[in-house]
Nanobody, 118 residues
Framework: QVQLVESGGGLVRAGGSLRLSCAASGRTFNTYHMGWFRRAPEKEREIVATITWSGGSTYYRDSVKGRFTISRDNAKNTVYLQMNSLTPEDTAVYYC???????????WGQGTQVTVSS
């Protein structure tokens, strides 16, 4: 198993930036695909971005393309989400998740709050 701890959330004004980090325990971090998800108040959880175990392939939901960047450092067991040009619509609790290859995202962090003021 892998344990995940997010950090980097906070309050920022519209147009600002934040970088989220997700530190993973264990020696097998580089066998997991990683993802960032978010849940806004009274909305369903949605996928934000994913990155394969090697970092060779990424996915972004349309609303964050060109503004958010997912990356990982397997030597540091950490995945990042750089968020630029934030808008109030990005306000949510952001979760880090891990998936073994050919599996679903079964491992989750506790979440970090991101609040964007207008």
């Amino acid at each position: 198993q892998v344990q995940l701890v997010e950090s980097g959330g906070g309050l920022v004004r519209a147009g600002g930036s934040l970088r989220l980090s997700c530190a993973a325990s264990g020696r097998t971090f580089n066998t997991y695909h990683m993802g960032w998800f978010r849940r806004a108040p009274e909305k369903e959880r949605e996928i934000v971005a994913t990155i394969t175990w090697s970092g060779g392939s990424t996915y972004y939901r349309d609303s964050v393309k060109g503004r958010f960047t997912i990356s990982r450092d397997n030597a540091k067991n950490t995945v990042y989400l750089q968020m630029n040009s934030l808008t109030p619509e990005d306000t949510a609790v952001y979760y880090c998740a891990a998936a073994l290859r050919d599996s679903s995202f079964d491992f989750w962090g506790q979440g970090t709050q991101v609040t964007v003021s207008s």
